[in-house]
């Protein structure tokens, strides 16, 4: 759930506190422009409530976060939009949804080498929001 909850970040700019910890299904919906759909995520944190629209990879994350939860899985995945399921999105198979997911996050780089960057900087969770907006 770790590497799901880092990428979904890096895919939306979601600020990793409020934002990311409180996103259930319902705050998902589709946006179609010119007959091109996109992910419309709603956050509503530090800053107020706004869209957000996410890039095409946070699809996927968000599939293979509902194919885990056994609660949700008798739904396709469009049901979970359509029927805008209340459930949070980045909690355990058991429902479980810890405070915050820093500390797993900071080991996770750790066992991958990856804690500092080039200038010998230590990464966190919310410097993705950072590469999402560049």
């Known amino acids: 759930m770790v590497c799901d909850f880092a990428q979904f970040l890096l895919y939306t700019g979601i600020r990793q506190g409020t934002e990311a910890m409180r996103l259930c299904w319902h705050h998902l919906a589709w946006h179609w422009v010119d007959g ?3 992910l419309r995520v709603w956050v509503d944190g530090k800053t107020g409530g706004r869209w957000l629209i996410a890039r095409q990879a946070a699809i996927e994350v968000l599939e293979r ?8 899985q008798h ?5 979970l939009f359509s029927q805008r399921v209340r459930h949070r999105v980045f909690r355990f198979a058991t429902g ?13 780089l750790i ?3 990856l804690l500092l960057d080039h200038d010998g900087r230590r990464r966190t969770l919310y410097s993705l929001r950072h590469t999402y907006a560049t």
């Open 36 to 38: 091109q759909r996109y």
């Open 65 to 72: 976060c509902h194919q885990r939860k056994q609660d949700i």
């Open 75 to 79: 739904l396709s995945f469009e049901e």
């Open 96 to 108: 479980y949804q810890p405070r915050s997911l820093i500390g797993a996050f900071r080991r996770l």
């Open 111 to 113: 066992d991958g080498g």
